[in-house]
C-alpha cells in the first residue's frame, strides 16, 4: 500500500549516459514534484505537474526532461548525465495546488551516482 | 526565492529531554509544514499548521504556526532513540514550498 514509489532506488552510471527515474503514486493527488536533494541535504524543486500539465520548471539544465503521462505518474528523464547530477531525487504528490491541501507527500527517493 | 531559516542546525540530546527548533522567514506564509527525514528515506509529514497562532500536537510532537505568520517552531517531548532523523520546516507560497535547510538531531541513550 505504498503511497508515492520510485524507480529505481539506487542509479550508478557514467557520465555521458541517459537515465530515467520513475513515479507513481496511489493517493489520487492531482499534483506531483521532483525535488534534488543535494549532499548538504538541501531540498530543491525542480519541476511539479498538475493533471498532467507542467506547472512548475525552475532553473534546471535542459538535460533534465520531466513527462507525465497521467495523473498518477511522473517520470524524470536526464540527458547526458554529468558528475554534478550526483545526488538523491525525491518525488512527491499533493492533493491540490490551489485552495487545497499543500501537503506533500514524498517518496523512498533515488539515489543517482555518476562516475 | 523565499528563504527559511532553520536553528540550530544540529543538536545533541540525551534521551528523555525535550528539544525545539526553529524556523524563521522574511516572508509571510500561508501554511507551515514540520517533516522528518531518517537516514537512506524520504521526509515524512509531521506536522501541517494552517493559520496563524494555531498549535497542533500529534503524539510527543507539538507544533505551533506564528502570529506574525513569519515563524513556526516544533517541539519534540521527551526524546526517544528513533526520533534521531533531520527535521525540515517548509512554508507554503503560491503553489509550491520552500524548505528549510533541516536539523540534525541526534539523541543519546
Known amino acids: 500500500d505504498t503511497a508515492v514509489s520510485q524507480t529505481p532506488k539506487y542509479l550508478v552510471t557514467q557520465m555521458g549516459n541517459d537515465k530515467s527515474i520513475k513515479c507513481e503514486q496511489n493517493?489520487?493527488?492531482?499534483?506531483m514534484y521532483w525535488y534534488k536533494q543535494d549532499s548538504k541535504k538541501f531540498l530543491k524543486i525542480m519541476f511539479s505537474?498538475?493533471?498532467?500539465?507542467?506547472?512548475i520548471n525552475e532553473t534546471v539544465p535542459n538535460r533534465f526532461s520531466p513527462k507525465s503521462p497521467d495523473k498518477a505518474h511522473l517520470n524524470l528523464h536526464i540527458n547526458s548525465l554529468e558528475l554534478g547530477d550526483s545526488a538523491v531525487y525525491f518525488c512527491a504528490s499533493s492533493q491540490s495546488r490551489t485552495g487545497g491541501s499543500y501537503e506533500q507527500y514524498f517518496g523512498p527517493g533515488t539515489r543517482l551516482t555518476v562516475t | 526565492g523565499q528563504q527559511l531559516n532553520q536553528s540550530p542546525q544540529s543538536m545533541f540530546i540525551q534521551e528523555g529531554e525535550d528539544v525545539s527548533m526553529n524556523c524563521t522567514s522574511s516572508?509571510?506564509?500561508?501554511?507551515w509544514l514540520w517533516y522528518k527525514q531518517d537516514p537512506g528515506e524520504g521526509p515524512v509529514l509531521l506536522i501541517a499548521?494552517?493559520?496563524?497562532?494555531e498549535l497542533t500536537s500529534n503524539g510527543r510532537l507539538t507544533a505551533q504556526f506564528g502570529i506574525t505568520r513569519k515563524d513556526s517552531f516544533l517541539n519534540i517531548s521527551a526524546s526517544i532513540p528513533s526520533d534521531v532523523g533531520i527535521y525540515f520546516c517548509a512554508g507554503q507560497f503560491g503553489d509550491r514550498l520552500a524548505f528549510g535547510k533541516g536539523n540534525q538531531v541526534v539523541v543519546i541513550p
Open positions: 516572508s509571510i506564509f500561508n501554511t
Open positions: 505537474y498538475n493533471n498532467k500539465e507542467l506547472i
Open positions: 499548521l494552517y493559520k496563524a497562532g
Open positions: 493517493l489520487g493527488h492531482d499534483t
